[in-house]
């Protein structure tokens, strides 16, 4: 079975408003990452958080990791129509950069 | 600076037949994987590598292999292809563990 899960699976808003995505993940973790896919192309890394650290920002977004609850979020603030794409968590453990992703939150954005 | 380059990007094959996907990447990273991404599943990790020489199993591991015999090449091979095994599938690779990976374009792969 696969270590994270999105939520929601899907969302749609308005251009400029926030969008918060939600990924829960199963076991302990060295690091939790973020990654962008515009449908049929590859991923892209967007942040990537350690275990130690509890907020990270880059940009317009803004992702926290909450180690008791083995959660994260992903905000995008002042949503784009350019944003609309799949996000998907991914976390690795154990070392030695086996990352595994979750099912990922397809977000589309309406101008 | 080409980054990741997976070949072919599109492949059609009959049950039964082997082939290999073909991975390069021109960043000297020390890791690379490989994943399948199949609707509703997000992606699943096949095999990884953390240097030349070394591989280990991911979470779908049967039906392929893989080696590392230098820094730049990943080939997965597909020993006697299933329908089962018709997804997309990247491949990507990272220079240690405090950056993320960069993906290829992906191969897409139908088994009829």
């Known amino acids: 079975s696969q270590q994270g899960e999105e939520d929601p699976q899907a969302l749609s808003i308005q251009e400029g408003e926030n969008a918060t995505m939600n990924c829960s993940y199963k076991?302990?973790?060295?690091?939790l990452q973020w990654y962008r896919q515009n449908s049929g192309r590859g991923l892209v890394h967007l942040i990537l958080i350690r275990s130690n650290e509890r907020e990270k920002h880059s940009g317009r977004l803004r992702v926290t990791l909450d180690t008791s609850k083995k959660s994260s979020s992903l905000l995008i603030t002042a949503s784009r129509a350019a944003d609309t794409a799949s996000y998907f968590c991914?976390?690795?453990?154990?070392?030695?950069?086996?990352?595994?992703f979750g099912t990922g939150t397809k977000l589309q954005v309406i101008p | 600076n080409a980054g990741v380059t997976q070949t072919p990007k599109f492949q059609v094959l009959k049950t039964g037949q082997s082939m290999t996907l073909q991975c390069a990447q021109d960043?000297?990273?020390?890791?690379m994987s490989w994943y399948r991404q199949d609707p509703g599943m997000g992606l699943r990790l096949i095999h990884y590598s953390v240097g030349a020489g070394i591989t280990d199993q991911g979470e779908v591991p049967n039906g392929y292999n893989v080696s590392r015999s230098t820094t730049e090449d990943f080939p997965l091979r597909l020993l006697s292809a299933a329908p089962s095994q018709t997804s997309v599938y990247f491949c990507a690779s990272s220079s240690d563990r405090s950056y993320g990976y960069t993906f290829g374009s992906g191969t897409r792969l139908t088994v009829v």
């Open positions: 991914a976390t690795e453990k154990g070392g030695y950069q086996k990352v595994t």
């Open positions: 960043m000297n990273h020390e890791y």
């Open positions: 076991t302990s973790i060295n690091n």
